[in-house]
């Protein structure tokens, strides 16, 4: 056997895992003559590449010198066959490599196989951005790479919403391979799937889509609202968003930065970092009671939403309520009582009923309006209060059954006459001596004249027998009076007090209980003046008259009256 004549062909291409290719071999001479009976055992074919199965001739060499085998196998590849032929067995010549080889294209199956084919991504990616490279690799069932698949034939696809996927445009190259996109204005968790030549592939991609940027008009701001003044505040509420709607986890809470309007207030800013929904919290505490609008900066970008969050006052408080009166007024005018209701941080309470809202007065001769209307925006509801009786009187209010610390002073100024008075008790009598005439009075001169009423005119009260009383001297409760003996029994008068002011100038004409500047008439209710007798005899303990004796009874009287006389034998037990 000659290595430089012998020959070896092979059928070529042959597919991965198909018949294989047949490999015939042609020993000669060196003259180039064909070598027949060459048991096949002693031809023996081989070949690079892995994967290989082959069929050893079984025949011996024909009269051609020609015996075939085959070539198979299952990776894809060119393979370079061979063949040494030992002419004799274990006879003495030495077997003889054929110098002549043979190549031998095994091409992948045009198949797709689910389980070998390959799809991977990049990841992660941006909503909004370039989107993910999908690279899909053909393979048969045997691993080989598949080129030279039309693009149209490779369909990607992908879970979730609000993608843009992107087709392969080219077939698979050398390597079995071809790509497409995915891009999303979705962030979530993707899983890319690929059908190549109409088989599913088992392998699947996972593209994971971040958020974009905060954007200022979808982040949004909420609060709690309302709370109260000096409270442990308001929660307020971030949720970081990209343009697309999509929530922003991972944010610092020291990029998350609130702020109110307002005064008094204590900004407590979040501690924590965006959470898997986007949101962070914070707190805003305040002594001021208003409404407050809260703003928020979200790693630099001012967030277009606000909140607001209403300030309620406290508890009304004792020391920081307020009450005022208008003062001086006249007796029986009313003084106009302003309360203010206050918290502790001294905001106005408003909407406090008005029956929560109670006055009350020190002194006499009061009529006490309360208030009938609830605390208005400023905190503000009024009463009244006038009196009878001239004095400074303290005005109180409790609010809400608190007691405020606050007072305010009405001075009810004008003249009352205490005595005398209607049924006058004991009686007064023509002639008596030193009755005393009495009166309050406030905001007064007490630059007085005292008269009465004798039915017809007006005289001056002669003070204590001294005669005709001094006109308009300052002068103060009490005061005497010598009623004249030519006084009318059982006729009706009066006492008048006339208080002419600083000037000490009386506006005559002035009537009852009114008042010029600073003058000020007052009467007193109409009282009667008595009769008075005087028994003369029998006077005295020790005074005894007899039986059948005639005794005088003597008396002196004052004021025109018809008398009775009537007697009593038993100390006064009876009458007769």
Known sequence: VDAGTSTLSASSPITAGGTGSTITVTAKDQYGNPIPSIAGANIVISSTGTNNNFTQPTAATSVSGVTTGTLASTKSETKTVSVTIDPDGAGGNAPVAVTQTAAVVVNAS??????????????????????????????????????????????????????????????????????????????????????????????????????????????????????????????????????????????????????????????????????????????????????????????????????????????????????SATSPVNLGANSTITVTAKDQYNNVISGIAAANVVLASTGTGNTITQPSAATNSSGVTTGTVSSTFPEAKTVSVTISSTAITATATVDANGIKITAPTTGQTPGWAANDQDRIITWAANGMSNKIEIDYYNGSSWQVVNNNGAGGDAIYASKTSPQLWDIPSSAVIFSLYKIRIVDAGTDGIWQTGLLNNSAVGDDIVVESSTFSVSGRITLAAPTGPNVKWSRAVAQNISWSKIGTFNTRIRYSTNSGGAWS
């Open 110 to 323: 045009t198949v797709v196989d689910a389980g070998t084919s390959t799809i991977s991504a990049t990841s992660p990616i941006t909503a909004g951005g370039a989107g993910s490279t999908i690279t899909v690799t053909a393979k048969d069932q045997y691993s080989n790479v598949i080129p030279g698949i039309a693009a149209v034939n490779v369909v990607l696809a992908s879970t979730g919403t609000s993608n843009t996927v992107t087709q392969p445009s080219a077939a698979t190259n050398s390597s079995g391979v071809t790509t497409g996109t995915v891009a999303s204005t979705k962030a979530e968790s993707k899983t890319v799937s690929v059908t190549i030549s109409g088989t599913p592939i088992t392998a699947t991609a996972t593209v994971v889509v971040n958020p974009a940027a905060v954007d200022a008009g979808t982040s949004t701001l909420s609060a709690s609202s309302p709370i109260t003044a000096g409270g442990a505040g308001s929660t307020i509420t971030v949720t970081a968003k990209d343009q697309y709607n999509n929530v922003i986890p991972g944010i610092t809470g020291a990029n998350v930065v609130l702020a109110s309007t307002g005064t008094s207030n204590t900004v407590t800013q979040p501690s924590a970092t965006t959470n898997s929904s986007g949101v962070t919290t914070g707190t805003v505490a305040s002594t001021k009671a208003e409404s407050k609008t809260i703003s928020v900066t979200i790693s630099g970008t001012p967030i277009t939403a606000t909140a607001t969050v209403v300030v309620n006052p406290a508890a009304v408080d004792a020391g920081t309520s307020l009450i």
